[in-house]
């Protein structure tokens, strides 16, 4: 990223500039690297859309628990068709659906 300070003939100030985009669909898999993308309220659209839970704790598994999970990072997710804005809801299982509402609850 740029970090210098500059002004266009606008008056805007550019404090920096993007080099790369990535998007993560599944939390703690590695993600995939984007031209563009929607930014909504929550992020980038489709970002950590998804997550892996474990059915019998209904707990979200992750890379920070390596032992248990093994090496999420040596998966990659992306998405085979854009998302649409308006379907960021969690789609799947149930589990995964109960964890979306106790996770916005939290938030």
Known sequence: MQ????????????VGSVV???RY?????????LNFSEVTG???LGDRQFAVVD???EKVGGAKNPRKW????DFRAAYAETPENGCEDF??????????R??????
């Not at 669909?25 to 690297?33: A, F, I, R, T």
């Not at 093994?70 to 990072?73: A, E, I, K, L, P």
Request: glycine residues 12%.
């Open 3 to 14: 970090t210098g300070a500059s002004s266009s003939p606008s008056g805007q100030v550019q």
């Open 20 to 22: 790369a985009l990535w």
């Open 25 to 33: 669909p599944v939390k703690s898999m590695m993600g995939e690297e």
């Open 42 to 44: 929550r992020g980038l």
């Open 55 to 57: 059915r019998a704790t």
């Open 70 to 73: 093994g090496s999420f990072f």
């Open 91 to 100: 789609a799947g299982s149930n589990h995964a659906s109960r964890w979306d």
């Open 102 to 107: 106790r996770h916005q609850r939290a938030s």
